[in-house]
């Protein structure tokens, strides 16, 4: 084969790496802490807080260069942790007022506020990266180079 067909079947496999599966796709894989892009298991994520620099199916970074990322996903972090917590705190005390109970409140949402982002801390990642990969667009330098060749590899 010849050096210029290699480089063409290398470009469509870069090609396809690059095709985005669409926003609510990627969210609802983000949502079960799946790499948004690829739906490869447990995305970049190599135990439930620790991080790999990219993912470990398709290589895709998930910084992609932005010092920034984790402030987003520490605003998806309080959406989705928060949001929830203050509808139903604030559905208790509108069906409980003046009689608030405080102290089992205090018992059941303080665990909770703790608890839940701790569960959801990887799905704050998936999910801000499904929106991050819908905003900014995708380039084949936003794959691990050492992720693809390694992979190219077990291809042949
Ligand atoms: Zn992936």
Do not use: N
């Not at 290699?6 to 609802?28: H, K, N, W």
């Not at 920034?68 to 605003?75: D, K, N, Q, R, V």
């Not at 009689?99 to 839940?116: E, K, Q, R, S, Y």
């Amino acid at each position: 084969m010849s050096e210029g067909s290699d480089a063409a079947i290398e470009g469509a496999r870069i090609l396809g790496l690059v095709t985005s599966p669409g926003f609510v796709r990627m969210m609802a894989r983000g949502v079960i802490r799946r790499c948004p892009w690829c739906g490869g298991r447990g995305a970049f994520f190599t135990g439930w807080f620790a991080k790999q620099p990219h993912c470990r199916t398709c290589g895709l970074q998930w910084r992609r260069g932005d010092v920034g990322f984790e402030l987003g996903a520490a605003a998806i972090a309080a959406v989705i942790t928060l949001g929830p917590l203050l509808v139903a705190l604030g559905i208790t005390l509108a069906v409980t007022w003046p009689d608030t109970p405080v102290g089992p409140l205090l018992a059941v949402f303080l665990p909770l506020a703790l608890l839940v982002p701790i569960l959801t801390y990887p799905l704050s990642y998936t999910m801000w990266q499904a929106i991050d990969l819908t905003w900014r667009e995708v380039s084949p330098d936003d794959f691990s180079a050492e992720h693809i060749a390694a992979r190219a590899l077990d291809a042949d």
